[in-house]
């Protein structure tokens, strides 16, 4: 299993965290966020389960985390 892999400001606080099909549209916002000068962290899970095993420590890295989800809350 590949550890999970951040792309951090230095000074990020926040962390967004999406998996799958979301790993474009996260990015984009996050660059769009990075030139409008704010700190801002992203990550991609490729697999859910089992997590990556430096999963418990990316999270502690950051003060908060923005699990984005691809649906639109219909079951």
């Known amino acids: ?3 999970l892999v951040v792309d951090a400001d230095p000074d990020a606080e926040l962390l967004v965290l999406g998996w799958g099909s ?3 549209t996260l990015r984009a ?3 769009r966020l990075r030139d409008a000068g704010r700190p801002i962290a992203h990550a991609q899970f ?3 389960n ?3 095993a430096n999963t418990g420590e990316v999270l502690s890295r950051f ?3 923005l699990v984005a989800e691809m ?3 219909s079951s």
């Open 71 to 73: 649906n639109d809350g």
């Open 63 to 65: 003060k908060r985390v």
């Open 22 to 24: 979301s790993y474009g």
């Open 1 to 3: 299993m590949a550890p």
């Open 50 to 52: 089992p997590l990556p």
């Open 46 to 48: 490729h697999t859910l």
């Open 29 to 31: 916002a996050v660059r």
